[in-house]
């Protein structure tokens, strides 16, 4: 089992983890809420973990355009 983390808006990869012995509290997947947690955390076929986050890249762009948080994607 991998943990892709990609960024929500660019759909960039962020980062991976190659693991078999992980669980939600490692990732601190259990501190989100039922309404986050489906938001962001998918599961593939091959039983890989899909983690939607933001790159630091997006998160630069949020901060010097706050009115991209009222856009699900800000980057075309």
Same mark, same amino acid.
Request: charged share 25%.
């Given at each position: #089992?991998?943990? *892709? !983390?990609?960024?929500? $808006? ?5 980062? &991976?983890?190659?693991? $078999?012995? =992980? +669980?939600?509290?490692? /990732?601190? %997947? $259990? &501190?989100? @809420? +039922?309404?986050?947690?489906?938001? #962001? =955390?998918? !599961?593939? &076929?091959?039983? *890989? =973990?899909? %983690?939607?986050? %933001? ?5 630069? @762009? /949020?901060?010097? +355009?706050?009115? !991209? $948080?009222?856009?699900?994607?800000? %980057?075309?």
């Amino acid at each position: #089992m991998a943990i *892709h !983390y990609q960024c929500r $808006h660019c759909r960039n990869t962020v980062g &991976k983890l190659d693991t $078999h012995t =992980v +669980n939600s509290e490692q /990732l601190g %997947i $259990h &501190k989100l @809420s +039922n309404e986050e947690r489906q938001s #962001m =955390v998918s !599961y593939t &076929k091959e039983g *890989h =973990v899909e %983690i939607q986050t %933001i790159c630091e890249d997006c998160q630069e @762009s /949020l901060e010097r +355009n706050p009115d !991209y $948080h009222e856009l699900d994607q800000f %980057i075309q």
